[in-house]
């Protein structure tokens, strides 16, 4: 099984093909952002910032079959970047969550309520799509072994 850090580090060390592989706009921000909420520091993953949509994408890893928790603990990161590192004139942010597993009705039901449609057009059109992102991973995940 692939840890989650040995995912991230193999991301961090092929940085400049993923971010031409997630498309024409991205800027890496950071690594392991930590975040202050009450007194916990938390850590979103990989912080990219599309200077063409004008919003933060947090990329959260997960070596693990897709749970609720992981949506939960995403919808936090992107409520706080809302809150406290949008700039007036950013567009919010938008979450990836890369999972080694996924269940449909998981995924269904845990991100059901989420109101950001609006953009998820617009979004699309700048990264790849999900069978390429799918291949990437897979790749990444191969080279690990």
């Not at 498309?23 to 912080?47: S, T």
């Not at 992981?70 to 919010?92: E, F, G, S, V």
């Amino acid at each position: 099984m692939v840890e989650e850090s040995d995912l991230e580090t193999a991301l961090i060390d092929h940085l400049q093909d993923f971010m031409l592989e997630l498309g024409m706009g991205f800027c890496f921000e950071e690594r392991q952002k930590k975040l202050l909420i009450d007194d916990r520091y938390f850590k979103a993953d990989l912080v990219f910032y599309h200077r063409i949509l004008k919003r933060h994408v947090i990329v959260e890893l997960k070596a693990n079959r897709l749970d609720y928790a992981d949506t939960a603990q995403l919808k936090m990161y992107l409520a706080y970047y809302r809150k406290n590192i949008m700039m007036p004139d950013d567009n919010p942010p938008i979450g990836i969550l890369l999972c080694s597993e996924v269940g449909q009705e998981m995924a269904e039901y845990t991100l059901l309520d989420i109101d950001e449609t609006v953009f998820v057009s617009k979004y699309e059109l700048s990264i790849p799509s999900k069978e390429c992102m799918t291949d990437f991973l897979r790749k990444e995940n191969e080279g690990l072994r």
